[in-house]
């Protein structure tokens, strides 16, 4: 029996989980981008989702893994395992010293995300929950094309923190396709993808800014229209990240539509240079 190759990767594609450190104490004490109290707490309030997102993306790929006959993918869906479980422990880490050092309750951040994945584990079949994972794929693949494309994102950031956040990009991009391409694989409709794509894109928002008004309520800083003005030039105008995100979120309702349809693997060359350049080693990268 022939087996039809379902990973659509390109085809030097190879990647694997890198071994990091990043000395990020001092500054998740501040306000470490820039001094900004809105975009700081933007990113903090999005890594306090990942530790129990990476897992429930992670649950939701390897289910089917049986189901999955091409060698390659299979390869793949171990590669994504370990990328993201190595995303998991650095954003555990950061989300614990970010409570500690700022006297945060991590249980509230993380209550709502713990029961809507109860109620998805309860409420939906394993291919919707499938559709959800690649869902959020997509939305932290086109964040991460951006942020690798751009300085502006990162820009007056402390330089760990960066860091580890263009680290994360970086093997975001490099699994972008895996979920989608086991999706496919088991039969994934392309309905299924685009309800999921409308719901998992509000609860997105809706978790983060949530996270965000805790932490600004918690500084003082939540009734402060210079925060608020400052946030939503950063978001919608200059550097504009959502601005720019938006045809790229798009896209994904196309009927064809596939991750690689953009291949930017130029960007983790980039960086991968740039990384050898300042002399920081990733051990076991593939
Ligand atoms: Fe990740
Ligand atoms: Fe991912």
Known sequence: MTT???SQSPDDLEFGPRRKSFDIEDALASD??????FVTAWFNAMSLLFPLGEKFFIDSVVHFEDEIDDP???DEIAAFRAQESTHRVQHQKYNELLCKLRDYDLDRFEKNERLRMAWAYRELSARRRLAGTVANEHITAIMAHDMLSHDD?????DPQIANLWRWHGVEETEHKAVAFDVFLAVGGSVSER???LLLNTFFFFKDTMRNLCIMLQKEGKLWSLREWAHGFKYLFVKPGILRRIFGAWLSFFRKDFHPWQVDNRQLVSEWEREQEESGQTSQGAA
């Open 32 to 37: 470490w981008h820039g001094g900004s109290a």
């Open 72 to 74: 390659r993918l299979r």
């Open 153 to 157: 994102v990162l820009i007056g950031a």
């Open 194 to 196: 685009r309800q999921a």
């Open 4 to 6: 039809l190759p379902q």
